[in-house]
């Protein structure tokens, strides 16, 4: 399990790593200085979110088609990764105004938010969520909200480009429509060998048809590995 302690201390190797990388945005600043803006970046356009379209290819907050334009589009995040958690949790403190907070304040948002950075089931898991892009407008597939763990595991996985791959072990189904489809793999696999490694080259989450709804455009998400290292490793 990783403590706040160290997750704090990972969150400065990311500012570290990222200030080096001198690609601007969100990249040269720590994440207590990300904007909105740019902390929803790296929530949909990153090298751990990609929000794709059928026929369309991915979609990014920068890219030529504007998100609210396809009928039918899926964020895909790697939730288990720290930038995610440190963008999820810099909107949870713009959203309170944390920077205005009194200390005792911040103490106690610490306290009540401190579980995400912790993250306990990211010490043995990756973890990855599905969900509608942001706006309102578009739903993730019924067929997500009721699934059953078994439909689950058969249709649902993650592959390296070993050709090595890991089911979903554990689903939380979303809320709602509009809300957080997570799943959960196994990082070690025969041998305690994590799926990823820095000399692994993609990462690609499928989704089977039978879990959206039939829909076959929307179903293979690729990363590109080395994009995801943070301070020498797979932040994943």
Not at 102 to 115: I, L, Q, V, Y
Not at 164 to 190: D, N
């Amino acid at each position: 399990m990783r403590k706040l302690g160290t997750a704090a201390a990972l969150a400065a190797l990311l500012a570290t790593a990222a200030a080096a990388s001198a690609q601007g945005g969100w990249r040269d600043k720590p994440p207590a200085q990300w904007t909105k803006e740019e902390a929803e970046q790296i929530l949909i356009d990153s090298p751990w979110a990609q929000t794709v379209a059928p026929g369309g290819g991915a979609i990014g907050l920068g890219g030529t088609r504007a998100l609210s334009t396809p009928d039918k589009a899926i964020t895909v995040r790697l939730r288990s990764a720290l930038p995610v958690r440190l963008a999820m949790m810099r909107l949870r403190q713009l959203h309170e105004k944390y920077d205005r907070m009194s200390e005792p304040k911040r103490a106690e948002f610490d306290e009540k938010n401190g579980p995400l950075l912790e993250c306990p089931a990211c010490a043995d898991n990756y973890v990855v969520a599905l969900l509608p892009p942001p706006g309102g407008r578009l739903t993730l597939p019924r067929a997500l909200l009721s699934a059953s763990p078994a439909k689950v595991k058969l249709y649902v996985q993650l592959l390296n480009d070993r050709g090595e791959r890991r089911e979903a072990l554990h689903y939380a189904p979303p809320k709602s429509p509009t809300g957080e489809a997570v799943f959960f793999f196994a990082r070690l696999g025969e041998g305690g060998r994590p799926l990823l490694t820095t000399e692994s080259r993609k990462l690609v989450v499928t989704v089977g048809p039978e879990i959206l709804e039939g829909e076959t455009r929307l179903n293979r998400f690729e990363f590109d590995v080395a994009q995801m290292l943070v301070g020498g490793r797979v932040e994943f």
